[in-house]
């Protein structure tokens, strides 16, 4: 996966810098063609000459050394890459680029890169578990910036724990690994509905559920990560979405929602509607704010219109998944909807059970498909029941385009 690929190397001060020489070896072996650029820090530790002749590229360091006047080196190394990695990332390093600091060449072409930046940090043990260090992490975590976790064991400062550089095999596997995750969906195109709806009573209240929208969303970011162009139709939640690839269409009401759905429809490769929409409304909206009163209110409901059965009563070519979130009899229920609505596959789950219900972080699932082939999904995150949801719909399409 990186065989000729430009990677662009950067690499900051710390004794790891050694174990950065080997990687660009390694990379190089592999038919990659790397590019290194060093902070002074670095260079402090390693001649930028080793780097040099390791790479059979010219090694960057100042800002203003200009070599070539038609070009501006850093936004043409940025511009140059396919993929960037900071190896050793130090402490100042990461720091840097989450506050968006850009005062030497290797962070001023960072802050300019549009490629895909993979991260492996080094650093003593304390400073790694540091509050400030991990918020800045998790900063750049949420602009995409993907981190390969430090190895434990024995640090140069003598502490013993976790903060050692990882090894440059380890780093170019876990980089080939998400490079092939990546591509499973490239190319696809992707329709996810997610979150709950709210069904307007007078201005002040409505009738919705208990929808957080944290798998539709997981399900979108995974998507995204795997390379599939994503439309995201949401709900009113909190959830936010990072990834540019995901288009995301904010909606309120079931209305609203199944326009969206039925308006982005065609040509979509993968449909997956995973939110939790009213089957009700009210037959009559207020348009003030209804008073309190002795006695009962009764307040008369109307159906609103099933979107996955109409999306299931015109698909073509689209793989079409729907989810059921039951109480009882689960998979009865799960399955009748599947045959019911023309799904393609359905995902099914006990709400009620410990860890799979609504506004959770985790969540446990069964998915059946249109030849009632079951997959038992146990409890895990809501990112990597997403991951497992979509390796079973990518597997049965290729089945199916057998």
Not at 161 to 181: C, D, M, W
Not at 224 to 252: C, H, Q, W
């Amino acid at each position: 996966m990186v065989n000729n690929k430009n990677i662009l190397l950067g690499v900051s001060g710390g004794i790891a810098v050694y174990k950065a020489c080997a990687l660009t070896s390694k990379l190089t072996q592999k038919g990659a063609n790397v590019k290194v650029i060093m902070t002074e820090s670095a260079a402090s530790f390693v001649s930028p000459l080793t780097f040099q002749a390791l790479s059979r590229n010219p090694v960057h360091i100042d800002t203003f050394d200009e070599k070539n006047p038609e070009k501006i080196a850093h936004i043409d190394l940025a511009d140059w890459a396919d993929i960037v990695i900071i190896a050793p990332a130090t402490a100042n390093i990461i720091g840097k680029l989450s506050n968006g600091i850009a005062d030497d060449m290797l962070s001023t072409t960072l802050l300019a890169t549009q490629a895909e930046v993979y991260v492996a940090p080094a650093m003593n043990v304390h400073m790694y578990a540091h509050p400030a260090v991990i918020q800045n992490m998790k900063q750049l975590e949420q602009w995409g910036y993907h981190f390969i976790e430090p190895g434990a064991g024995y640090l140069a400062c003598g502490y013993v724990g976790k903060g050692r550089l990882e090894e440059p095999e380890s780093i170019i596997k876990a980089i080939e690994s998400h490079q092939q995750r990546e591509a499973f969906l490239a190319g696809k195109k992707v329709l996810i509905s997610a979150g709950p709806t709210r069904e307007q009573i007078d201005p002040i209240r409505f009738f919705t559920n208990r929808s957080t929208g944290k798998m539709g969303f997981a399900l979108a970011e995974a998507a995204a990560d795997y390379g599939a162009d994503v439309i995201l139709v949401s709900g009113p939640v909190a959830e936010t979405t990072t990834n540019p690839k995901i288009n995301r269409i904010d909606v309120t009401t079931a209305s609203e929602m199944y326009e969206a759905m039925h308006r982005h429809f065609e040509g979509q490769d993968i449909v997956i509607k995973s939110a939790a929409v009213a089957d009700y409304r009210p037959k009559h909206v207020f348009d003030e704010k209804m008073k309190k009163q002795d006695g009962e209110w009764h307040i008369e409901m109307e159906r609103t219109r099933d979107i996955l059965q109409s999306l299931g009563d015109i698909k073509k070519e689209q793989y079409l998944v729907g989810f059921a979130a039951e109480t009882t009899n689960p998979l009865e229920y799960g399955k009748k909807k599947l045959l019911k609505k023309n799904l393609d596959a359905i995902i099914i789950n006990d709400v009620s059970s410990e860890g799979a219900g609504f506004g959770g972080d985790t969540n446990m699932v069964t998915y059946v498909n249109k030849s009632m082939k079951q997959e038992e999904v146990s409890i895990a995150s809501k990112r990597e029941v997403a991951e497992k949801i979509l390796t079973f719909i990518d597997r049965d399409m290729k089945d199916e385009a057998q």
